[in-house]
T-cell receptor
Framework: GQNIDQPTEMTATEGAIVQINCTYQTSGFNGLFWYQQHAGEAPTFLSYNVLDGLEEKGRFSSFLSRSKGYSYLLLKELQMKDSASYLCAVRDNKGNTPLVFGKGTRLSVIA | SAVISQKPSRDICQRGTSLTIQCQVDSQVTMMFWYRQQPGQSLTLIATANQGSEATYESGFVIDKFPISRPNLTFSTLTVSNMSPEDSSIYLC???????????????FGPGTRLTVL
């Protein structure tokens, strides 16, 4: 079966750093994706990891450990506009297969 | 990234009626998917829209309720048939595409169609 777990909600302070964790158990693995979704809008692609390690893109970084079935999204220098849901998704097979999404983590950034 | 448009952006429908949602992409893509997102929930895959053949439905979704067309590599429709209030949701079209500067085979999403069934 497929299972992707992430915390339901998190709160962090403007200017701080927050780490959103994601664990997965899937029949196969061919990449892990993070998406950002503001309320009432479609998800937008943030990052992609297929090899172990850290991928950095500006204020956002994503880490993957395939042996542990674990990823995290790190947001630095938080801004109010970062308040959104963050979705972890896994592609469990090669080829043209859709992503499997976790339930998402709703992040609230407070002053 | 791909430019994906959906029509309508929102609609309010009566119980028992049907609504067809259109998804248009500005470039040819192999893979198109339809998702549903109920209030406060994550994305649930309805089906993969296959060009030139019948869609592939996920468990819990059937063709009679959610017929899908994919006449070419840039367009697809999803129909929500015989609607009930439980069908109130956001319906999202998604495509798998590769664009310069991005990773291979990333999924991109349309803006969604917000459906309310009374």
């Amino acid at each position: 079966g497929q299972n992707i777990d992430q915390p339901t909600e998190m709160t962090a302070t403007e200017g701080a750093i927050v780490q959103i964790n994601c664990t997965y158990q899937t029949s196969g693995f061919n990449g892990l994706f993070w998406y950002q979704q503001h309320a009432g809008e479609a998800p937008t692609f943030l990052s992609y990891n297929v090899l172990d390690g850290l991928e950095e893109k500006g204020r956002f970084s994503s880490f993957l450990s395939r042996s542990k079935g674990y990823s995290y999204l790190l947001l630095k220098e938080l801004q109010m506009k970062d308040s959104a849901s963050y979705l972890c998704a896994v592609r469990d097979n090669k080829g043209n297969t859709p992503l499997v999404f976790g339930k998402g983590t709703r992040l609230s950034v407070i002053a | 990234s791909a430019v994906i448009s959906q029509k309508p952006s929102r609609d309010i429908c009566q119980r028992g009626t049907s609504l067809t949602i259109q998804c248009q992409v500005d470039s040819q893509v192999t893979m198109m998917f339809w998702y549903r997102q109920q209030p406060g929930q994550s994305l649930t895959l309805i089906a993969t829209a296959n060009q030139g053949s019948e869609a592939t439905y996920e468990s819990g979704f059937v063709i009679d309720k959610f017929p899908i067309s994919r006449p070419n590599l840039t367009f697809s429709t999803l129909t929500v048939s015989n609607m009930s209030p439980e069908d109130s949701s956001i319906y999202l079209c998604s495509v798998e595409a590769f664009f310069a500067g991005g990773p291979t085979d990333t999924q991109y999403f349309g803006p969604g169609t917000r459906l309310t069934v009374l």
